[in-house]
């Protein structure tokens, strides 16, 4: 059974560049979640998905979006990178419905704007 | 609204000796509470988390943790350190309807095991 997978694990962007970054959730789950990890620092959660919809979202300028596909795999999508956009994207997934299925993260694609 | 304060951004322990990690938490609503390990350069795996029922939860590699609502903690325990312990450590919280909702992260603990 694989576990959350994401795409690629490293990244290297120079400012102004668009970038995409790729999830799968694990087996079984339909909502995704987006988490930046600046350094040193606690994840910050960006939004999730769920039904292909946006459900939630924290504090982050439009600049982020995401989409969900019909399999519950995600992208997230980050427009005119800026330096302080460097850091470890994290991508969840869960079960909606159970209210208390875990969230299992995946390890991250590390992004670096130069 | 709810956040997390962990107590102490690095913590540094013998092999051995007690390992106690603490977290304080605010919510508005009644929380879900989780701690999760990150190793070097790696994604945050879960340690052990609380929902509802026993407030002592015991979780993986021979880590507890308990709720105690009176003082909104939640701190990490081990009784013996091991050198593979040495990680960055994650307290956070949910609203306590759903888990699959968005998670706040207090900013972390560095663990270290000294020799």
């Known amino acids: 059974d694989a576990g959350v997978t994401q795409s690629p694990t490293h990244l290297i962007k120079t400012r102004g560049q668009q970038v995409t970054l790729r999830c799968s959730p694990k087996?079984?789950?339909?909502?995704v979640s987006w988490y930046q990890q600046a350094l040193g620092q606690g994840p910050q959660f960006i939004f999730q998905?769920?039904?292909?919809?946006?459900?939630q979202r924290g504090n982050f300028p439009d600049r982020f979006s995401g989409h969900q596909f019909p399999n519950y795999s995600s992208e997230l999508n980050v427009n005119a990178l800026l330096l302080g956009d460097s850091a470890l994207y994290l991508c969840?997934?869960?079960?909606?419905?159970?209210?208390?299925?875990?969230?299992?993260f995946g390890p991250g694609t590390r992004l670096l704007v130069l | 609204a709810q956040s997390v304060t962990q107590l102490g951004s690095h913590v540094s322990v013998s092999e051995g000796a007690l390992v106690l990690l603490r977290c304080n938490y605010s919510?508005?609503?009644?929380?879900?509470l989780f701690w999760y390990v990150q190793y070097p350069n790696q994604g945050l795996q879960l340690l052990l988390k609380?929902?509802?029922?026993?407030?002592l939860v015991k979780g993986i590699n021979g880590f507890e943790a308990e709720f105690k609502k009176s003082e909104t903690s939640f701190h990490l325990t081990k009784p013996s350190a091991h050198m593979s312990d040495a990680a960055e450590y994650f307290c956070?919280?949910?609203?306590?309807?759903?888990?699959?909702?968005?998670?706040?992260f207090g900013s972390g603990t560095r663990l270290s095991i000294r020799p």
């Open positions: 969840a997934s869960s079960l909606m419905l159970t209210g208390r299925e875990t969230q299992y």
């Open positions: 087996s079984g789950h339909d909502t």
């Open positions: 998905y769920y039904e292909e919809e946006e459900r």
């Open positions: 919510s508005s609503v009644p929380p879900y």
């Open positions: 609380y929902t509802t029922g026993a407030t």
């Open positions: 956070a919280v949910t609203p306590g309807y759903s888990s699959a909702s968005k998670i706040i």
